[in-house]
């Protein structure tokens, strides 16, 4: 297996599963768009996250029960699993025949598609991506989720929140700060970004269901979103 080839993408669950509900002509698109570049030669890691379906869960149980945080993370992993064999299930044959729960162990398999879920407590879906890149000698990360861009402070709190095209880790990490909380709604774990600036890893965020962007990304042209750590 050619590990080099894979391209490592971290697919935000509010992606598949927004709050309104599954957008089943997108999905469609966004997994014809895959199947073209695996026609190509290409292989995809697609690690997906909990979104909303995780978040409700997380606060439903604060409120119901007092989770810590610890407790509270091990029920957004749950989520992600769920996410992330609806995904597997989307490719079929092609998809490696278990979603992968631990991002270190190693894996060998021929087929063009492997689909993951959360790991540990202390993180999002956005840290496994980041141990997966490495696993597969990737340099780069596709992060999708719903925004166009990274801003410096939040766009829904702040009229004068301005867009980021390129920054470097270091001036990133200030922006979203060093602590992970459950549920988070950050561009990206403090913890990924870390881990992802030790390994001179970077990561390129785009709208994902900007399905032109993606492709436009996907075949490392200029695209429609922020570049951290290039």
Excluded at 75 to 104: D, H, M, Q, W
Excluded at 125 to 131: H, K, N, P
Aim: proline share 4%.
């Amino acid at each position: 297996m050619d590990r080099k080839k894979y391209k490592i993408l971290s697919v935000g669950g509010s992606i598949i599963i927004p709050k309104t509900g599954f957008d089943v002509g997108f999905l469609k698109k966004f997994r014809a768009l895959i199947l073209a570049h695996i026609k190509k030669g290409e292989r995809f890691v697609l690690v997906v996250g909990g979104g909303a379906t995780c978040r409700n869960y997380q606060a439903a149980a604060a409120l119901a029960a007092g989770l810590k945080d610890v407790q509270l993370d091990l029920l957004g992993i749950k989520a992600t699993y769920l996410n992330a064999e609806f995904v597997r299930a989307l490719f079929g044959s092609l998809a490696y025949e278990e979603i992968i729960k631990n991002p270190t162990l190693k894996i060998k398999t021929s087929r063009p598609i492997v689909v993951a879920g959360g790991w540990k407590p202390g993180a999002s879906t956005d840290y496994d991506a980041v141990l997966l890149a490495k696993q597969f000698g990737a340099k780069e990360v596709f992060n999708l989720s719903n925004i166009d861009f990274v801003y410096d402070k939040d766009p829904n709190k702040f009229k004068d929140a301005k867009k980021i095209i390129s920054a470097s880790w270091p001036e990133f990490k200030k922006i979203i700060g060093g602590k992970w909380k459950p549920g988070a709604n950050l561009p990206f774990d403090p913890k990924a970004a870390k881990t992802a600036q030790k390994a001179k890893i970077s990561v390129s965020f785009l709208k994902g269901t900007d399905l032109k962007s993606l492709e436009t990304a996907l075949s490392g042209r200029k695209f429609r979103g922020t570049i951290i750590g290039s």
